[in-house]
């Protein structure tokens, strides 16, 4: 009886040893998927902030040389101009505990309540996301916009304008997202179609239309005269890094790994992404190839990305099928809302970015509610999901109005005060070097280092056309035609390299004594 006692203890105190184990097990494990969820946040937040990078480039590719210094430094401190905006209220006012429209904790992380460290992937996340949307803006502005300007509007866009919108559509407490009906009718945009791109599109809309064409964008008679921006290479490059990030973009919002069927949304949210934005480019690619006979790169990359911003607000839940035509859309809107812009509205926008942006983002939020599995009008024409289209677009007219609301104000403010755009002179000659002191191409970069012939060639160029009693301007936007020749100044560098691969012996004189004209 003595030994069967004993026995008994022992097995208890395994028991109580092995609860105790298990117990330490689901800690450790909560642990593990806590970090996880933090970890798998700030992997896509990096790729986010690294689109920055993709639309530095695209941007300075659709920009002409003598504005690149000044686009890149744009593209990189609204990438740090966020950061600080984003910091001190930003994140307070999307993301604080306040009411249905603004929250108001968290200022400058810990002024009037701590932001938890559990949440401090959510804010770096947040972030990322906010600097992107201002980053819609300044494409839009390229070449005309003044630092100051561009400073103010970068700081206002990510502390108050986006933050607020976020806020109610993203915020547990937000009106939007409290919806109707006990909850049973609500905004639904996952990863931002809306409260990112719609925003940053109707922010840059409205800031082209103040600013004003660059000079000579439309003709004496209001048609529109082609800018081209001088690299292409570069522009096809920016749009390769936003194709990866928009995947991170769409992939991250899901913002936790470690859930039952975490894994599958993910990956049919990545599937949707590329499968909108292949249909879309083909939707640019061919449309452009019937209108024009031309197989666009541009316009097809653009095309992409409006396929990519259209699936953001329903990656997650709609099939394969419905993302196809999500994204076929969304290519076929941005090339008529692109010459809507231009022709009708004749706003400049050089990057395209209001029909890529509002337009992808507007198409967004009522693709989802069309198309979205079992509950979409397409599956169910009943009143909750008419309702739930009702309500998108209520969440449309609301971000529409509050930010071109707010950027009237502000633009027109800068515009008054006569800092929104650069001079004449200024614009006429390139912001680079008398804003920045820093040209992208500067002439003295080029040569072998053998021989200066760079200076020798421009000099051969100004005496060509000085013989010839015309100056190197006609005043037809810095061009003089020379028989069938189109002689750019700003071009004169790439002709003296043409002429420097040529043969040693054609390279020792680079005027034609004879003839006095370039050897091109």
Not at 124 to 147: D, H, K, N, P, Y
Not at 424 to 442: S, V
Request: glycine share 10%; hydrophobic share 50%; charged share 15%.
């Amino acid at each position: 009886m003595e030994n069967l006692t004993s026995n008994d203890s022992v097995a208890a105190a395994e028991i109580q040893m092995l609860l105790a184990a298990i117990e330490t097990v689901k800690i450790e494990n909560k642990l593990l998927q806590h970090n996880i969820d933090i970890f798998f946040l700030l992997i896509n937040a990096i790729l986010v902030f690294f689109m920055q990078c993709g639309f530095a480039f695209l941007e300075c590719g659709a920009v002409r040389s003598k504005n690149t210094t000044n686009i890149l430094i744009k593209n990189m401190l609204d990438a740090f101009v966020s950061g600080i905006a984003y910091w001190a209220i930003g994140y307070s006012f999307a993301f604080g505990d306040g009411n249905q429209f603004i929250g108001y904790t968290y200022f400058f992380s810990g002024i009037n309540g701590q932001i938890p460290d559990a949440d401090i992937a959510s804010w770096f996340f947040q972030f990322v996301f906010a600097a992107t949307a201002a980053t819609i803006v300044s494409g839009a502005l390229a070449e005309r916009c003044t630092f100051e300007a561009f400073l103010c509007y970068s700081f206002s866009l990510t502390g108050v304008i986006y933050p607020i919108v976020t806020h109610w559509c993203w915020n547990s407490a937000g009106w939007l997202a409290i919806g109707l009906e006990d909850g049973a009718i609500t905004y639904t945009d996952f990863a931002g179609s809306g409260v990112v791109h719609l925003l940053g599109g109707t922010c840059a809309c409205v800031g082209a239309f103040l600013i004003g064409p660059r000079s000579g964008r439309f003709d004496k008679h209001g048609q529109p005269v082609a800018i081209r921006g001088h690299s292409v290479p570069l522009a096809a490059l920016g749009g390769f890094i936003l194709f990866m990030g928009f995947l991170a973009f769409n992939g991250g919002s899901q913002l936790s790994l470690s859930q039952e069927h975490d894994g599958e949304t993910i990956a049919l949210v990545m599937m949707n992404t590329i499968i909108s934005a292949s249909f879309a480019a083909g939707a640019g690619l061919f449309i452009t190839q019937l209108r024009q006979n031309q197989w666009s790169l541009l316009i097809t990359l653009n095309a992409a990305l409006a396929g990519m911003v259209s699936i953001c607000a329903g990656c997650n839940v709609v099939r394969p099928w419905a993302a196809a035509v999500t994204g076929g859309v969304g290519g076929a809107l941005y090339i008529v809302l692109s010459a809507f812009v231009l022709k009708v509205l004749k706003i400049d926008d050089p990057l395209d970015a209001v029909a890529v942006h509002a337009g992808g983002g507007l198409w967004g939020l009522i693709a989802v509610t069309l198309l979205r599995q079992d509950t979409g009008i397409f599956y169910s024409w009943s009143s909750l999901a008419f309702k739930g289209l009702g309500w998108n677009l209520v969440g449309a007219v609301a971000i529409i109005a509050w930010s071109a609301t707010l950027c009237f104000l502000l633009f027109g403010t800068l515009k008054l005060s006569g800092i929104l755009r650069v001079s004449d002179e200024i614009e006429h000659k390139g912001l680079d070097i008398p804003k920045h002191g820093e040209p992208a191409y500067p002439v003295d970069a080029y040569g072998h280092g053998w021989e200066n012939k760079v200076q020798k060639f421009f000099d051969a160029f100004v005496s060509m056309t000085q013989n010839e009693g015309s100056a190197p301007f006609d005043g037809n936007n810095g061009v003089r035609k020379d028989g069938n020749v189109l002689h750019r100044f700003e071009n004169a560098e790439t002709e003296f390299h043409f002429n420097s691969g040529l043969s040693r012996d054609s390279r020792d004189t680079l005027v034609s004594p004879e003839s006095s004209t370039l050897r091109l």
